[in-house]
């Protein structure tokens, strides 16, 4: 397969799921925290369903990089986790499905806070 379609493909499923939080964002009063996590858990609950993974096989990157691939990523560690481990797998097979994301994240928020001062919004 070209790498061009490989990049469209990515684009276009990535896109969309950009435009749907656009859209949210516009026609809601939904704070985009509370988006962040509808991303996450809808990502989660797709890939229970068995939903999101044809997807993620379509557009690879376009489906794995946004918020929805995060929850993809917690919901495939899970089931993976209760596959191995048995029912305590579906705690500990998320976490560590996704610990590089999850420790980036604490990282770089430490980071922030530590060169920038937080202002409180009047």
Same mark, same amino acid.
């Given at each position: 397969?070209?790498?061009?379609?490989?990049?469209?493909?990515?684009?276009?499923?990535?896109?969309?799921?950009?435009?749907?939080?656009?859209?949210?964002?516009?026609?809601?009063?939904?704070?985009?925290?509370?988006? &962040?996590?509808? +991303?996450?858990? /809808?990502? @989660?609950?797709?890939?229970?369903? =068995?939903?999101? #993974?044809?997807?993620?096989?379509? %557009?690879?990157?376009?489906?794995?990089?946004? &918020?929805?691939? +995060?929850?993809? /990523?917690? @919901?495939?560690?899970?089931?993976? =986790?209760?596959? #191995?481990?048995?029912?305590?797998? %579906?705690?500990?097979?998320?976490?560590?499905?996704?610990?590089?994301?999850?420790?980036?994240?604490?990282?770089?928020?430490?980071?922030?806070?530590?060169?920038?001062?937080?202002?409180?919004?009047?």
């Amino acid at each position: 397969m070209s790498e061009l379609l490989i990049y469209g493909k990515a684009f276009l499923v990535g896109g969309l799921i950009c435009v749907i939080g656009q859209i949210l964002m516009q026609t809601t009063k939904l704070t985009s925290a509370r988006i &962040l996590v509808l +991303f996450v858990v /809808s990502g @989660a609950i797709l890939t229970g369903l =068995g939903i999101y #993974k044809p997807l993620v096989d379509f %557009a690879g990157a376009g489906a794995t990089v946004p &918020l929805t691939g +995060f929850g993809y /990523s917690l @919901a495939m560690g899970a089931i993976e =986790g209760v596959n #191995k481990y048995g029912l305590i797998g %579906a705690l500990c097979g998320g976490v560590t499905k996704t610990a590089a994301g999850i420790s980036a994240a604490v990282l770089f928020g430490l980071l922030n806070a530590l060169i920038f001062k937080p202002h409180a919004k009047p």
